[in-house]
C-alpha cells in the first residue's frame, strides 16, 4: 500500500504512521504466512522475553506483574475498563462459566456455523438449557422474548464474515437477552465495541500474535452479578498471595473474582505483544490489513472463475471460498505460502506483517 508523503501529513497522522509500521517491524517472519486466523506469530520481542524468563529462576512477583500489563493492554483493545477484564485459558472455558449461571431451561441463540468452542459449553451445559441457530446475517432478527443469550462471533471463524454488532445488541436489549461476543477473530486488526456486549470473549494468539494459553473475558458490572465464580482458585482472591489455603478467602470484587490462575510463561510473552497492538491506532491496521485483502479478493476474482465466492462483500482481513476438494489450499502450500482451510473453504489473511508481495504470490499460486 502506499505511503503518504510526510510532508503531506499532519504530525498526529505522522505519529500514527509511525506506530504502524513500529508494530510491522516487530515481526521478522511474514513472509508468504496467511494465517494468522489459525495462530498469529510471535512479535520479536515477546520471543525474546520468552528466551530471557526461560534463562531465570521463576519469579511469581514478575510474572503477576505480566498479567496485570496485558490486562491492562487487553481492556483498551476490548474497549473496556480493566476492572471488567478476567484473565483465562481458553474461550471454551469461559464460555462455560457463563453456561453454568445460565437459570435452568435457559435459551441460548448462536449463529449457524459458530466455532465450536462457543457454541459446546451451552449445548453440554444440561439442566434444560437450550441452543438454536439462526444465520449470522438475520442473528437479530431470530432473537424472541424467550432468549436469554445471544453467543456469537464479531468475525465468523470459518468465513470471516462479520456480524452486524450494533444491531444484534439493539435487538438482544430490547428482548431483555444478555450478548456474548467472542472477538478472537477480529481483535488485532479490527476496532472492538466491547461497551456493547455483556460479555466479551477473546483468545489472544490469533491476530493479537500472544502464545497460546491467554485468553480474556470482559463483563459488564451488570453481568458479573448473575454469574458464579465456579472456577474460581488463589488466583481470583482479592488478595491472591493471601488467599492460597482454605476456603474463606475473599473473592476479588470486580472481574478478577473470574480470573483462573495464569499460565506465567504465556503471559511473559504476551504482555508485550498485546501492548505493541494496544498503542498503535487500530484503525490503521484495519486499513492495512483489509487493503491488501481487497486487492487479493479483486484479483483473484476477475483471473480465477474457479475461485468463486470471495466474500467481496464482506470487506475483512479474512478471504475465504468455497474449495471442497481442497485444491486451492494444495496451490497455495504448492507455491510455499502457508494458508488454512475450513469448513469446506480455502481460507487465507492478510496481517500486519504481510504485505502486497503475499498477495502477488497467492493470486499467481491460483492463476498459474
Given at each position: 500500500m502506499p505511503t503518504p508523503d510526510a510532508g503531506e501529513m499532519s504530525p498526529a497522522s505522522v505519529a500514527a504512521a509511525s506506530s504502524l509500521a513500529a508494530l510491522r517491524e516487530a515481526f521478522d517472519d511474514g513472509a508468504g504466512y496467511l494465517a494468522a486466523c489459525t495462530a498469529g506469530l510471535t512479535p520479536i520481542h515477546a520471543r525474546a522475553a520468552m528466551q530471557e524468563d526461560l534463562g531465570r529462576r521463576p519469579d511469581p512477583e514478575r510474572y503477576s506483574r505480566a498479567v496485570a500489563h496485558s490486562r491492562s493492554h487487553a481492556a483498551r483493545l476490548l474497549g473496556v475498563d480493566a476492572t471488567r477484564v478476567a484473565i483465562g485459558s481458553q474461550t471454551s472455558v469461559m464460555?462455560?462459566?457463563l453456561a453454568a449461571s445460565l437459570p435452568d431451561g435457559a435459551e441460548v441463540l448462536c449463529?449457524?456455523?459458530?466455532?465450536?468452542?462457543?457454541?459446546?459449553?451451552?449445548?453440554?451445559?444440561?439442566r434444560g438449557i437450550r441452543v438454536r441457530t439462526?444465520?449470522?446475517?438475520?442473528?437479530?432478527?431470530a432473537i424472541r422474548p424467550s432468549t436469554d443469550l445471544v453467543a456469537f462471533s464479531l468475525v465468523q471463524s470459518a468465513c470471516g464474515?462479520?456480524?452486524d454488532a450494533e444491531a444484534i445488541a439493539s435487538a438482544a436489549r430490547a428482548a431483555g437477552a444478555r450478548t456474548l461476543c467472542d472477538v478472537t477473530q477480529a481483535?488485532?486488526?479490527?476496532?472492538?465495541?466491547?461497551?456493547?456486549?455483556?460479555?466479551?470473549?477473546?483468545?489472544?494468539?490469533?491476530?493479537l500474535c500472544a502464545p497460546r494459553g491467554v485468553a480474556f473475558l470482559a463483563i459488564s458490572a451488570e453481568f458479573q452479578e448473575d454469574v458464579r465464580?465456579?472456577?474460581?482458585?488463589?488466583?481470583?482472591?482479592?488478595?491472591?498471595w493471601a488467599s492460597c489455603y482454605g476456603g474463606d478467602a475473599v473473592l476479588a470484587g470486580d472481574a478478577r473474582r473470574f480470573d483462573v490462575s495464569p499460565a506465567w510463561q504465556a503471559f511473559v510473552g504476551a504482555e508485550p505483544a498485546l501492548r505493541a497492538f494496544a498503542e498503535v491506532d487500530m484503525t490503521l491496521v484495519t486499513a492495512y490489513t483489509t487493503g491488501l485483502a481487497a486487492d487479493f479478493r479483486s484479483r483473484a476474482g476477475r483471473t480465477e472463475e474457479r475461485a468463486g465466492d470471495?466474500?467481496?462483500?464482506?470487506?475483512?482481513?479474512?478471504?475465504?471460498?468455497?474449495?471442497?476438494?481442497?485444491?486451492?489450499?494444495?496451490?497455495?502450500t504448492a507455491a510455499g505460502l502457508t494458508a488454512s482451510g475450513r469448513?469446506?473453504?480455502?481460507?487465507?489473511a492478510f496481517h500486519i506483517f504481510n504485505d502486497e508481495d503475499d498477495v502477488d504470490r497467492a493470486v499467481r499460486a491460483l492463476t498459474r
Open positions: 464460555a462455560a462459566l449463529a449457524e456455523d459458530e466455532f465450536s468452542s462457543l457454541v459446546l459449553p451451552f449445548r453440554h451445559a444440561g439462526a444465520p449470522l446475517a438475520t442473528l437479530a432478527e464474515a462479520r456480524a481483535a488485532g486488526w479490527l476496532p472492538v465495541p466491547g461497551s456493547l456486549f455483556d460479555a466479551v470473549v477473546c483468545h489472544a494468539y490469533k491476530w465464580p465456579v472456577h474460581a482458585g488463589w488466583y481470583a482472591g482479592d488478595d491472591p470471495l466474500d467481496a462483500d464482506r470487506g475483512g482481513a479474512i478471504v475465504s471460498w468455497p474449495d471442497p476438494t481442497g485444491e486451492d489450499l494444495a496451490r497455495l469448513n469446506g473453504r480455502a481460507r487465507v
